[in-house]
């Protein structure tokens, strides 16, 4: 039943792009009489100054990050939380990949490979894993570009709330894949 | 808070980076990723040019607003200061949507357009407003009916079984998300400036002056 769904939904969203990318076009044209061509122009020329503009916001973080990642200090607190979590019943295993998700995208799927590859992608860590990976982002990018991208230096709230619903998702992951697939 | 995790990360790296011998790695994870955000950015022109052009004729037609419209009781909820037939809240809709059903790509360019739009409406050019703020936890605690491309290819036929642990994980994290930023927006740490101009010398923390 759910293998269905899942299956079904995959499906679906294979379509999806194609079907906006005519469809919006399409009702454009017929109902609204819209200039479709010179309209799709007009908008897509600010696609360039907006990626152009988020470069220096890009460059800062992901470097900051790529420092972070290659200097092995995730490995470090890492073994210093490893009793604590497996004293709560979080996976020590999950943990890398957990703490890498907010960072970085790349980084967080090369760990959820390490993990598939290490253990099979029927063990449950691989299975908390993934859906850890599919719960959450790589926040601080995303709080760099969008915020990056109209100028704002100050962000307020933005980085405590992204990484507390981060951690909650991780939590959840693990609760709920032993909840159900345990 | 970005001034101290942007230094934090970089101070940590080259410390711990001396003391585990990787420090040459260090050095050239910085030149590596420098070169990379430039990539990742070129990488985006083109995407960004087809979804800001298709966006430009869902807007020209109504059917953006069309959409926004139909959410409205949510959005004026979660967004109370931007008015409710602002085109901001169309943009926010459709990148929420696209992050539900997976479409990173299409995600992107909606956000971006969403954040010029909730720019418009902030006094305070340089300081993010409850409205980004919300967005951006949304945005980043997204929940999730279809699972990222990668992860359906790493996974396989197993993908099915973290299909519904996605869903109620996410719909957790959207839940925290937005109890915290609602939580945090009200505290005098995180005020806006205007907000509390009588407590404007009680925040002594270094966050502003840095542009």
């Known amino acids: 039943m759910i ?146 991208s109209v100028g704002v230096m100050r962000s307020r709230h933005a980085i405590p709330a992204g990484l507390f619903a981060d951690f909650v998702g991780a939590i959840s992951a693990v609760f709920f894949c032993k909840l159900l697939l345990g | 808070m970005m001034n101290y995790i942007w230094f934090g990360m970089m101070v940590i790296g080259v410390v711990v980076g001396v003391f585990t011998g990787n420090i040459e790695a260090v050095t050239q994870a910085a030149i590596d990723m420098a070169k990379v955000s430039v990539e990742i950015a070129i990488g985006l022109i083109g995407i960004m040019a087809l979804w800001l052009g298709i966006m430009k004729i869902a807007e020209e037609s109504g059917l953006i607003s069309l959409i926004a419209r139909g959410l409205r009781p949510i959005m004026i909820r979660l967004f109370p200061d931007v008015p409710a037939d602002h085109p901001a809240m169309g943009s926010i809709v459709l990148n929420m949507s696209a992050n539900m059903l997976g479409l990173g790509n299409a995600a992107t360019p909606l956000g971006l357009k969403a954040m010029e739009e909730l720019q418009e409406l902030n006094p305070e050019k340089g300081t993010a407003t409850n409205a980004m703020v919300m967005f951006l936890a949304i945005n980043t605690s997204s929940v999730q009916f279809i699972l990222p491309a990668t992860v359906v290819a790493l996974m396989g036929g197993v993908s099915s079984q973290i299909f519904i642990p996605t869903i109620l994980a996410t719909t957790c994290s959207t839940i925290a998300a937005i109890a915290a930023v609602k939580f945090l927006e009200k505290r005098k740490r995180f005020a806006l400036p205007e907000a509390d101009p009588a407590n404007a010398e009680a925040s002594t923390d270094g966050e502003g002056g840095n542009d």
């Open chain 1, 3 to 148: 293998d269905s769904i899942t299956w079904g939904l995959n499906e679906v969203a294979k379509y999806i792009i194609p079907l906006l990318l005519i469809g919006i076009p399409l009702y454009a044209m017929s109902i609204k009489r819209v200039k479709v061509y010179e309209t799709f122009v007009v908008g897509a020329k600010d696609g360039f100054t907006i990626a152009i503009r988020i470069i220096p916001y890009l460059v800062a973080i992901l470097v900051a990050v790529g420092m972070f990642r290659a200097s092995g200090a995730l490995d470090l607190l890492l073994q210093a939380l490893a009793p604590v979590l497996t004293f709560v019943g979080f996976p020590p295993e999950n943990l890398p990949l957990a703490l890498m998700r907010p960072l970085s995208g790349s980084g967080s799927l090369g760990l959820l490979t390490d993990l598939v590859n290490e253990h099979g992608a029927d063990s449950m860590y691989a299975k908390i894993g993934a859906t850890m990976f599919g719960s959450s982002e790589t926040t601080f990018y995303v709080i760099a570009v969008y915020f990056g």
